[in-house]
């Protein structure tokens, strides 16, 4: 009896070795028995540090890790494995690879949530992992989302190549000197505007100054002509004007009327023929 238990105790203990060490190996590549992970998948043009396993954190707390790593020519798409069930993530959603802390660290990806904040009950009753998930509102099994890479010293160069070589091809600098040589001659130019202007404002002042002074003259005849006394002189002018233009507009009647009367006509052809015999007789 006692051979055949320390058997079985050998042998059990044997079993939980193999079973304690299947179950890390499966740990360690990512597998879960029994558990609520689900997964989605974030691009990025360059995932500088980033590594399987490496932690997945949503406002500073572990909520998963990276499960695998696959290399495109588009993009490198990470698949992110986040372990509870029970997580709502308003979209829009980006995943970011962050440091771990300010001084340095592990690279980690930081899951950031840029929609409205759900409530209470919507986050209750709302799963990312049911087959009714809402993907207009929230993250959800087997999406794909965009990511952001950690600026570091060789993405910035690289960049840096990037804009120069961009530079190179558009032939910037040539434009850029180009239109700093337009800027000086359009510079020149507005000088010469100036001093132009200038010699103008000069030729203008005298005309000016003559303005000026029959500006003062009409003034004062204005204000002569609105003093009373000049305007009843004014007024009387005008009736006196009006009183000689009836006395001569009568007088033409009377003319009129005598040049009409050919008996007076008559006489005064007679007496100017007779006058005009006298003269020739006094002045032979």
Same mark, same amino acid.
């Given at each position: 009896?006692?051979?055949?238990?320390? +058997?079985?105790?050998?042998?059990?203990?044997?079993?939980?070795?193999?079973?304690?060490?299947?179950?890390?190996?499966?740990?360690?590549?990512?597998?879960?028995?029994? %558990?609520? @992970?689900? +997964?989605?998948?974030?691009?990025?043009?360059?995932? %500088?540090?980033?590594?399987?396993?490496?932690?997945?954190?949503?406002?500073?707390?572990?909520?998963?890790?990276?499960?695998?790593?696959?290399?495109?020519?588009?993009?490198?798409?990470?698949?992110?494995?986040?372990?509870?069930?029970?997580?709502?993530?308003?979209?829009?959603?980006?995943?970011?690879?962050?440091? @771990?802390?300010?001084?340095?660290?592990?690279?980690?990806?930081?899951?950031?949530?840029?929609?409205?904040?759900?409530?209470?009950?919507?986050?209750?009753?709302? %799963?990312?992992?049911?087959?009714?998930?809402?993907?207009?509102?929230?993250?959800?099994?087997?999406?794909?989302?965009?990511?952001?890479?950690?600026? #570091?010293? #060789?993405?910035?160069?690289?960049?840096?190549?990037?804009?120069?070589?961009?530079?190179?091809?558009?032939?910037?600098?040539? %434009?850029?000197?180009? #239109?700093?040589?337009?800027?000086?001659?359009?510079?020149?130019?507005?000088?010469?505007?100036?001093?132009? @202007?200038?010699?103008?404002?000069?030729?203008?002042?005298?005309?000016?100054?003559?303005?000026?002074?029959?500006?003062?003259?009409?003034?004062?005849?204005?204000?002569?002509?609105?003093?009373?006394?000049?305007?009843?002189?004014?007024?009387?002018?005008?009736?006196?004007?009006? @009183?000689?233009?009836?006395?001569?507009?009568?007088?033409?009647?009377?003319?009129?009327?005598?040049?009409?009367?050919? +008996?007076?006509?008559?006489?005064?052809?007679?007496?100017?023929?007779?006058?005009?015999?006298?003269?020739? +007789?006094?002045?032979?």
């Amino acid at each position: 009896m006692r051979r055949s238990f320390r +058997e079985a105790i050998i042998g059990f203990s044997i079993l939980g070795g193999v079973a304690a060490f299947a179950g890390s190996m499966l740990w360690l590549r990512g597998v879960r028995i029994g %558990s609520n @992970s689900w +997964e989605v998948t974030a691009n990025f043009r360059n995932a %500088s540090g980033l590594a399987e396993q490496s932690p997945v954190t949503y406002r500073g707390i572990f909520i998963g890790s990276v499960k695998k790593i696959t290399f495109t020519p588009q993009a490198i798409q990470a698949k992110l494995s986040i372990d509870s069930k029970n997580i709502a993530l308003p979209k829009p959603v980006i995943a970011k690879v962050v440091k @771990s802390s300010i001084l340095g660290g592990d690279v980690q990806v930081a899951l950031i949530s840029l929609g409205e904040p759900l409530l209470e009950k919507e986050n209750n009753l709302l %799963s990312p992992t049911s087959k009714d998930c809402q993907i207009e509102k929230i993250l959800c099994e087997g999406d794909v989302i965009r990511g952001e890479t950690l600026m #570091s010293i #060789s993405t910035l160069t690289e960049k840096l190549e990037q804009i120069l070589q961009k530079a190179d091809k558009e032939e910037i600098v040539t %434009s850029l000197g180009q #239109s700093i040589k337009q800027f000086n001659d359009t510079q020149q130019n507005l000088d010469n505007l100036i001093l132009l @202007s200038r010699e103008e404002i000069k030729r203008v002042g005298p005309i000016m100054e003559e303005l000026t002074k029959a500006s003062k003259h009409l003034n004062n005849i204005l204000a002569s002509i609105d003093n009373p006394k000049t305007l009843n002189d004014i007024k009387e002018t005008a009736s006196s004007t009006r @009183s000689i233009s009836k006395k001569v507009d009568s007088l033409t009647t009377n003319v009129d009327e005598m040049v009409n009367d050919e +008996e007076l006509m008559k006489a005064l052809r007679n007496i100017t023929i007779g006058l005009g015999k006298l003269f020739n +007789e006094i002045y032979p």
